[in-house]
């Protein structure tokens, strides 16, 4: 008996150990792949100290939450329902929030001429939903830094948004 739980205890203990170091391992491979960007980014920007590149590079985010933002958006494109009144944004944005990882921003920004949009960011990617005279225009720009669009042209000539 003392022999099974020795056993039991071990795989236990050997288990836990690769579970550890597989997050270790993910998460240098992914900061790995944001170094380049960050590189590219502050080449084309003015010198910053080294303070803040260090902080940059803390920063680690798991593979899986890059990859539920852009599932999220993918169903956000997919979605039937056309929200094209102001006062149903913050519903819009709270349903769609509520589903993405915790640390994506968001805000709902008001134009000119009755436009608006709704903006999530998460860590280089961002959703746009934006409401304009002529439809409802969508924005993906993907972990791999790579813009989808996504259109619902109104078919008549008069706007439809508040």
Sequence with gaps: MVKVMFFICSMLVLYAGWMIAFKI??????GQRLKPETLLSSQNQAPISAAPKLHE???TVDAYELELFDDIAKMLFKQQAIITERAQAEILQQKWLNRMPLQTNSVIRKMDLGEWSIYWNFYGQSIEYYVGRYGVFYTHVDRNGEEHRHEHRFESDHAHCA
């Design 57 to 59: 590079l803390a920063v």
């Design 25 to 30: 391992y993910k998460a240098r491979y992914h």
